[in-house]
């Protein structure tokens, strides 16, 4: 039996006191995340357990337990606020997957502060947006990743404090700090901060179609978002091993590859080293992964890999698989379940939302190709494109929309309170975050569009706008453009998502060049090269199209979209506001 059980009973019987009751949490407890995920667990009389299990390239190991964890998390926790990081203050945490990003985590919500992860492949611009907009007092990073942040440090005068917790103690500059906090005596004890449930936790950036990106800011009080739903759609259970294939520099390393089983005192492990199918074949075989949460990219990549490859690694610990960030395709689902023996149950949801939303349930029949159905709890809907009522229709398509007020969802998108409105439907102008979230009856709306069929199943259809999924990663648009044109030959840019057989899109670029350049296969290497280093290997055109000019409206502004429809063989649409085309 699965730990949902029926999920008709669950959604009829529903209360997010059940996430309270599941963690054995009383009314009056510390509601902190850090201490949740390790003090608590402890205090459980599972301190011995193994929390972390690490294993990184080459053949280096590790394995932590959650007294390891309560420990180093305090350690972090001791030293910022030696440092003086104050409650509320945004402490980025910018370094690959090795076990102090996750006590650093914990350590930084510890004490108080806002954690601020950001993926360690982006580059110098990527990074520099994002401490700019945050206001981050600190970062905490590696000898290997540091270069990029004193690059941008100067132009960044909130930046206070440069901590390097992995490397070469001798290559710190004076004005950085380094600490290893598995060096240090253990901090056994550490006063965490009293915060509630409306005190922000998370800090994630995350990309739009226009303008830079928006932090969308967490609470503790996701906790029970994140706890329940590790509990009901992966199905966590005390002896479990779970793998959560996703990097914390995004949400879903953080929602359920940090919060949502460490709450439940679930054993993780973290493989940080590049994607081969037979490492990661491997890893499940040597760990006895029982649990697997991952991507679509991922699971098409394997899958290309083959089947025989399978047969060489022993994968029967595994029980249950799930899958999140961009479409599942039903080969995907129908290949894993003649291989593995198990399908991949499809979840969808944001970061803004900050846990998940439509999902297919263990017990539940599986409609390859479709999101499933909306988390007990949560009321889910579609609403018309045009008239944002929701739509009554099964097998039509809107906009995906939820009712506000969940545990999880985000607060605000940071210094952005006009942005945060309007993605909400029926929202007053003058209309108060914390009145958006517990309005009666507004829609949050997604961003994407779905239809739902007469058995309430849900089935993604696309985005409503002009972001790029890349291997489930969301990039923008404009930053890639702002980049663009930074380049010396560029004069005007646009960046679309051109279909991939694996990663579903990946990014091409539109642009023109300035006078006294000539296209050449040598200035394409530089442009991506270009975009690579100072964003990310995502952000990087794996094509670049010369053009005379680009289509524009009579005001002067690029139709990206147009560019797009061309890449996907769609109808162009209305070009009569088109100036020149
Ligand atoms: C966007 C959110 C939260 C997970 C990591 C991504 C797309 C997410 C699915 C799915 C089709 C999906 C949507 C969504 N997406 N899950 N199961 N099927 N599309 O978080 O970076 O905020 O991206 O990813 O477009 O809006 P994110």
Redesign the pocket.
């Known amino acids: 039996m699965s730990n949902i059980g029926s999920y008709e009973k669950r959604v009829e019987d529903f209360s997010w006191d059940t996430a309270r009751e599941i963690l054995n949490w009383k009314e009056g407890e510390l509601l902190n995340i850090g201490a949740i995920c390790s003090d608590r667990i402890c205090r459980m009389g599972r301190g011995d357990k193994p929390a972390l299990i690490w294993e990184g390239f080459g053949d280096r190991r590790s394995v932590y337990t959650f007294e390891d964890l309560r420990a180093y998390s305090n350690g972090f926790a001791r030293f910022l606020k030696d440092l003086g990081i104050q409650p509320g203050d945004r402490v980025c945490i910018f370094m690959d997957k090795i076990p102090s990003l996750y006590f650093s985590f914990l350590g930084i919500l510890k004490m108080g502060a806002i954690a601020q992860p950001l993926f360690s492949a982006f580059g110098d611009e990527s990074l520099e947006v994002r401490l700019a907009s945050a206001g981050t007092k600190a970062i905490l990073t590696t000898s290997k990743h540091v270069k990029k942040v004193r690059k941008v440090r100067e132009r960044l005068p909130e930046l206070k404090t440069v901590v390097v917790v992995e490397g070469n103690p001798d290559r710190v500059r004076e004005d950085e700090v380094f600490f290893d906090v598995e060096a240090g005596p253990r901090v056994d004890t550490f006063e965490v901060y009293p915060s509630g449930p409306e005190t922000p936790s998370v800090l994630h950036y995350?990309s739009g179609t226009t303008g830079q990106p928006k932090g969308a800011l967490h609470v503790h009080n996701s906790v029970w978002g994140q706890a329940l739903t590790a509990s009901w759609v992966l199905d966590l259970r005390d002896d479990d091993v779970y793998w959560c294939t996703?990097d914390p520099g995004?949400?879903?390393g953080t929602s359920y590859g940090i919060i949502g089983p460490w709450s439940l005192g679930i054993t993780q492990c973290v493989l940080d080293s590049g994607f081969t199918t037979s490492r990661w074949y491997r890893f499940i075989q040597d760990n006895r992964v029982t649990v697997w949460y991952s991507a679509p990219t991922a699971i098409r990549a394997l899958m290309k890999d083959g089947d025989e490859v399978v047969r060489n690694y022993d994968l029967s610990s595994l029980r249950h698989l799930a899958?999140?960030?961009?479409?599942?395709n039903p080969e995907a689902v129908i290949w894993s379940g003649e291989v593995f023996g198990l399908k991949f149950h499809?979840?969808?949801?944001?970061?803004?939302?900050g846990a998940m939303m439509i999902c297919n349930y263990p017990g539940m029949e599986i409609k390859p190709g479709s999101?499933g159905k909306p988390f007990p709890g949560i009321e889910a809907t579609v609403l018309d494109l045009a008239t944002h009522e929701p739509l009554q229709d099964p097998g039509k398509v809107g906009l995906i929309a939820f009712r506000p007020g969940w545990p999880s969802m985000f607060r605000e998108y940071w210094k952005k309170p006009d942005v945060y409105r309007s993605k909400f439907v029926g929202a007053p102008d003058d209309a108060m975050p914390e009145e958006l979230r517990t309005g009666g009856d507004l829609w949050y709306v997604?961003?994407?569009r779905a239809s739902i069929d007469a058995d309430g199943y849900f089935w993604?259809v696309g985005?409503d706008d002009d972001?790029i999924?890349t291997g489930?990663?969301?990039v923008g648009p404009f930053e890639i453009e702002s980049a663009l044109v930074e380049h010396e030959a560029i004069a005007e840019a646009a960046a679309v998502g051109k279909p991939d057989e694996v990663n579903m899109e990946v990014v091409k670029a539109f642009v023109t060049l300035k006078p006294g350049y000539e296209p050449s296969d040598e200035l394409e290497l530089d442009i991506m090269n270009f975009i690579r280093k100072r964003l990310s290997p995502l952000a990087m055109p794996q094509e670049i199209e010369y053009r005379d000019r680009l289509p524009k409206t009579r005001s002067g502004k690029i139709v990206r979209r147009y560019l797009k429809a061309l890449e996907w063989g769609e109808e162009v649409g209305d070009l009569s506001t088109l100036s020149d085309e």
Request: charged residues 15%.
């Open positions: 995350t996703a995004w949400v879903t899958s999140v960030g961009e479409p599942l499809d979840t969808f949801w944001q970061t803004e939302t999101m997604s961003g994407d993604f985005r972001v999924n489930g990663h969301l």
